[in-house]
């Protein structure tokens, strides 16, 4: 009964936050909201036992994603009315979006009448069942090539994201620390010998 | 007693971890009203000079008074909110940097065996409570409609994402160690000694896990997210009374939070060093017991290091905060997890693997 009422609380949660998202003006309060969206869809992960996935959604969005996306937002200064510009002229396509999903999550819950539920859920798992565990078995086991070509796509698309950005400045000036470390007194400092004055 | 013992024993679990949450919240808001007060004495005594030595407790001990004083201080004076400040994220962002700071502790085993909930993947837990920290710093920053504060909100938000994945790097190689996420398994798995605790084989990961920490609370040489001599006082140049005094509260519970956490994860949390040692080395003495005492000591050791490095270091050029954490101290945690893997690989060291 309790994950039930838990499940509904979060559900609303989840649902009334994705709405405020697009609906709100300031654009900061649509990606605080997001942020609401990811932790209670984390609390709802964490209820079907998905702790891992539930503990990293926290960890990568909420953490690391989005504070870079309120950072960039803070800086930008957006113009609400060039952003609604196109609104009521594309309108349909959006009516048309919607109404798509709204029919796929129908297909979803209504295969329960077809015999073949989806909607149930796994069967529950023994108690010294770990999640992560297996988890890193599959990724790092029977996955491994996969995963493999996954981080390689990721790290070409650093590399590439800096080279797209990076501008290279002229009379920049730039600390070079290996040059700073290698300094020595003697290349810095000149000793001048001279002879004292004499007084006639 | 044994009467109590039994009403103790006959209560549910959920009164047992609520009496502990709110003992274990009392002390660390009285561990950092004191620790404010230690690190002024400190830094005075660094700098031949005397500390706070005016309000009394009781009519002697100059000095101990001085964190209550500063508190009703605070607490009765009026909390300005700027007129075109926005309100309600002014308000929130207080409390959002407290919370992360308090409910880490949850997982952080306290004493032998126990910790508040004993969650599996609790060092995952606690990265992304930290990491949760610096909404407070960046909406402080932005609802505050100040440049001032902004710009302190930009530099901390910068800084924290950057030194947040050489901590995650560092605390990667813990749990090659440990061979698990569970912080309690992380302690008894260091038992043995002084030298068989993590801080011995992952030196580097120390060292990079601390610097780390130092920047992630925003402390010196670090905190250009204050910043006073260029900022004023950064992200929070608008806050008074008690809504400063938050942010205040936050920061050395979050210091508080690091120590312990580093003593944990490097220095065997609640083991004894002489534990495993033979008699004439003291392995059979008092001193050989584990107990929360251990973690104390180390949590506050740690916690002096923080006061000294305020008092020793100057603060960091922000393009040199960038490259130290960049790339030196991701370097060193990349090549470290390879040495480890190696040395675990050819059974050097005490892994369990």
């Known amino acids: 009964m309790l994950p039930l009422i838990l499940f509904y609380l979060f559900a609303t949660v989840l649902v009334l936050a994705a709405v405020a998202v697009i609906v709100s003006r300031n654009p900061v309060y649509a990606a605080l909201s997001l942020v609401l969206c990811f932790v209670t869809s984390a609390a709802i992960w964490l209820l079907i036992e998905a702790e891992f996935l539930a503990i990293v959604l926290v960890l990568v969005y909420v953490g690391a994603v989005m504070v870079l996306f309120l950072f960039v937002i803070m800086m930008l200064d957006i113009d609400l009315e060039e952003l609604r510009a196109g609104f009521t002229r594309f309108a349909w396509l959006g009516w048309i979006v919607a109404g798509v999903i709204v029919l796929e999550i129908a297909g979803v819950v209504l295969t329960g009448k077809l015999g073949i539920d989806v909607t149930r859920g796994a069967a529950p798992l023994p108690a010294n069942y770990s999640n992560t565990q297996e988890l890193g078995a599959l990724l790092y086991g029977r996955y491994a090539y996969p995963f493999e070509i996954a981080a390689m796509v990721l790290l070409v698309a650093i590399v590439a994201a800096i080279a797209l950005t990076l501008r290279h400045r002229p009379n920049l000036k730039a600390q070079d620390i290996g040059r700073q470390v290698a300094a020595r007194a003697s290349e810095r400092v000149r000793l001048v010998k001279m002879d004292s004055e004499h007084r006639e | 007693m044994s009467a109590l013992g039994d009403l103790w024993g006959q209560l549910p679990g959920y009164v047992h971890s609520t009496l502990f949450t709110l003992l274990l919240c009392i002390v660390l808001i009285l561990s950092v009203a004191y620790l404010t007060l230690w690190e002024r004495k400190v830094i005075g005594w660094m700098q031949l000079r005397i500390g706070p030595n005016r309000v009394r407790i009781f009519g002697f001990l100059p000095g101990m008074g001085q964190p209550f004083a500063d508190v009703i201080k605070l607490l009765i004076k009026e909390i300005v909110i700027p007129a075109r400040a926005n309100k309600v994220l002014f308000r929130l962002a207080p409390a959002i940097t407290l919370i992360p700071a308090f409910a880490a502790w949850a997982v952080v085993p306290i004493a032998p065996n126990y910790a508040i909930a004993n969650v599996d993947a609790g060092l995952l837990y606690v990265l992304s409570l930290t990491s949760m920290g610096v909404y407070g710093v960046i909406l402080a920053g932005w609802s505050s409609n100040s440049t001032y504060a902004f710009l302190g909100a930009m530099r901390s938000a910068a800084q924290m994402v950057a030194y947040e994945i050489a901590m995650g790097f560092a605390l990667v190689g813990v749990l090659m160690a440990a061979g698990s996420l569970n912080l309690g398994v992380i302690v008894t798995q260091q038992h043995g000694g002084l030298l068989a605790w993590n801080w011995f084989w992952l ?151």
């Open chain 2, 203 to 353: 030196l580097p990961l120390l060292v990079v896990y601390f610097i780390s920490g130092i920047a992630e609370t925003n402390r010196a040489p670090f905190d250009v997210a204050e910043g006073e001599s260029e900022i004023v006082a950064g992200f929070h140049v608008e806050y008074s009374g008690m809504a400063f005094a938050l942010f205040f509260l936050a920061e050395y519970a979050n210091m508080i939070l690091i120590a312990g956490l580093t003593a944990v994860f490097f220095f065997g949390g609640w083991l004894s060093p002489l534990d495993g040692y033979p008699w004439w080395l003291g392995g059979t003495s008092l001193l050989a017991l584990p107990g929360t005492h251990w973690l104390v000591i180390k949590l506050f050791a740690l916690l002096f290091l923080f006061l000294w490095f305020r008092a020793t270091f100057p603060r960091y050029r922000y393009d040199q905060i960038m490259r130290l954490g960049w790339k030196f101290l991701i370097p060193v945690t990349l090549v470290w997890i390879a040495v480890e893997a190696l040395m675990s690989r050819y059974h050097v060291g005490p892994w369990k693997l």
